[in-house]
């Protein structure tokens, strides 16, 4: 097993190719806060997609949901968050930096060993007022979490999509926290996105949905390239529970900082129904028509974040290589992840090769995430290529004029294989799908 890249070089890496760049970079940034460039806005898209394809598109029991970032302030105190979303904060008395109680050792200040005030709860919500006149406006929240969004729209989808339960419904969008301490690059920070799933089932049912749930989203990360190695699961203590939670586990990844939460898949309860239906005076059930019963549904809860799930993907696939005497360092992405899909490569920026290879390009693009790319050295770009992920380049060199055939190179492999323009789009897709390299029947059709 290939030993752990540290985060310097996927941070590096990330700014030098356009994935990542910190917020307000010009001004100095803004702690713990990160921009998406060019190529990680695509690769994150492909995360959420990714997602949302094996959660709601290619099953028929879940349905999805864009719900608003501010809420009604009751939802927050039904939710229990205003009450018991906190941390315990410690201050230096010396050095003034702020610590999370729980997450230091010793009495004295981590950083300078100075003396910590006694621990007082902190929420982390973010507040704001809505309204012009800031006198009258009312105190709203940055929803902490995108499940509450779901939660209060339960009766609407119910009555609304004719399905029955188990029924779940799924929401990908920004979260915010006002964590005490943030850090290693995406992995936590105070805006985030988050993909959650509520699933909804039958009482009695729960524990084995909530097997169910578990391995799914284990398998899901396995599938696209996370190696089993590098996770594991951990089931939280009694202790540990939130305080909505009956039953939850932790996927956890070997970051290069050590073992850390990747995914938390909660046993909720009937907790968030009961408490909305109590606080809202709207009655949240659901009749079952086949049993003749009505009852409060109980909840699993699937919750990722889309950052973290990208910084894990990164790292697995992250490698640096020696061909032939010189390192290449390839992001071995999963096809579906990767930011571009294929790269145009005319062999040289030459007027006779350019009307070829921009018909190739333009030819492809509608149906692939294409980058078209005749600056330096065809080495070079190949590298750059490497770097992104991009599994295919397609390379128009002076032959293609006469034959029409490009060649087509494969990232992880290398392996090269000629075909014709006619049929590059057919092949490409077929090869996106997953069919192997190699087993190209056009292979014969090459000429040399
Ligand atoms: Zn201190």
Known sequence: MPAKVDMD????LCKRRGLIFPSSEIYGGLASCWDYGPMGVELKRNVRDAWWKSIVHERDDVVGLD????MHPGVW?????IDS???PLVECKSCHLRWRADAIEGKGCP???GELTEPRMFNLMFKTSMGPVEEEASTIYLRPETAQGIFVNFDNVITTSRKKLPLGIAQIGKSFRNEITTGNFIFRTREFEHMELEYFVKPGTDEEWLDYWVKERFDWYVKLGVRKENLRLRQHGKDELAHYARDCYDIEYLFPMGWSELEGIANRGDFDLIQH???SGKELSYYDNEAGEKYVPYVIEPSAGVDRSVLAFLIDAYDEEEIEGEKRTVLHL???LAPIKVAVLPLSRNEKLTPLAKEVFNKLCPNFVTDYDDSQSIGRRYRRQDEIGTPF????DFESLEDKQVTIRERDSLAQIRVPVEELDKILAAKLRGEAFDASPLWATREK
Do not use: L, P, Q
């Open 9 to 12: 070089k996927i941070v590096s």
């Open 67 to 70: 719900t608003s970032i501010m």
């Open 77 to 81: 105190a039904a939710s229990g968050h």
């Open 85 to 87: 979303f906190t941390d």
């Open 111 to 113: 950083k300078c060993g």
């Open 277 to 279: 239906a109590k606080c």
């Open 334 to 336: 999963h096809r579906s």
């Open 393 to 396: 380049c397609v390379t128009i």
